[in-house]
């Protein structure tokens, strides 16, 4: 490998400028306090985690991981997910703390990228996770309240899908038993057309093929489970489909069905989910911004069972789908030399009291001068002799 150049950053690594950063934070802030409000606790895990015990939980692509060795020799990633540090967290030092748990976080996530000019290789996420609760009210509450961050953070246009991957692994199992691996990648790459080129060449009959692109169109509203129905005929399905049908009743008594729809064929990153699934998009970004599912089973990998579901928002593409600027604040400058200094001092302690923000600047180690006073709304100066001395 060559050696890089001097303002080269690693692979999909990406620097936040002043800008930005006030509209993440502003917007953070929202979204913080919205989870505050729905009583849900903040908390924060290492940046590294094992590979053996969380890395290979997180339930991720080997290819995605970021993998370091410590000094001992052990195999240690930048943590990928927050879901799975998290349940080693309520097994381990929560372990005493009563289910159900609400528990939410914001933190950076690592995730390896093959090529340049994609996706960031280190994102913000803001999320929640609730443990230890089975009930569909639990899947409803995490939904409702990603719906209500979202428009606590200022987006209104924006449409939550959700699935089931019981029914989606009812239906493939059902159909094409150990081999629904194939189909089920098609699904979570959102290639739809590879799903049917691959349907069309299996060894099965033609009353199958039409199940399986049947699939492709179960999205809708809650008219659609009608159909859903008759396509699988699995105890497995039939529970996907009740659950989803008390689901959306959930949700109506939240008055957010306005903003979700159900779609069938939604199949997620992470291989953890066990039931309802659900992703988040806003009408002027092609990617969903958040996403999120019940994960029933990886607790017990960490031997302290628990249903559980949560979800996780990108703060990126959140900043990017409110599209509006942050509200810079507005700063005064103190230009001072070197004689009057203490004055200057003093005045940006007293204007700080008022709650200006206030730089103060000695006037000797400025070269550009009208390029800073541009900077500022109000420039002061506390030039030379003090008035009166002579
Ligand atoms: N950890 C998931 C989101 C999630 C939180 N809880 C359940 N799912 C992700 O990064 O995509």
Known sequence: MSKPFMFEKPLGMRD????????????REQLEEEMSAWGYQMVETP???????VGLASAILDQQLFKLLDQQGNTLVLRPDMTAPIARLVASSMKGEAYPLRLSYQSNLYRAQQHEGGKPAEFEQIGVELIGDGTVS?????????????????????????????YVNALLEDIVGEQSDTLRRFLYEKNYVGFK????????????????LGLLKLRGDKKM??????LVSTEQGAKALAELEELWQ???SYGIEDFVKLDLNLVLHMSYYTGAVFEGYSSNLGVPLCSGGRYDELLGKFERPGQATGFGLRLDLLVEAIGKKAEQRQATCIMFSKERRAEAFREAVSLRQEGKAVVVQDIAGVTDLDGMSEQFTDVLYFIG?????A
């Open 250 to 252: 959930v949700l109506e």
């Open 197 to 212: 080129e691959h349907v069309k060449n299996l060894p099965i009959s033609s009353i199958d093929k039409g199940r399986l």
């Open 16 to 27: 936040t400028l002043p800008e930005m950063y006030e509209m993440k934070k502003q917007i």
């Open 47 to 53: 940046t590294l985690e094992y590979y053996e015990t």
């Open 385 to 389: 002799q003090k008035k009166g001395e």
């Open 138 to 166: 639990a899947d409803g509450e995490v939904i409702a309240l990603m719906a209500s961050a979202l428009k606590s953070a200022g987006l209104s246009h924006f449409k939550i899908a959700i699935g089931h991957i019981g």
């Open 225 to 230: 489970l009608t159909d859903a129905s008759k």
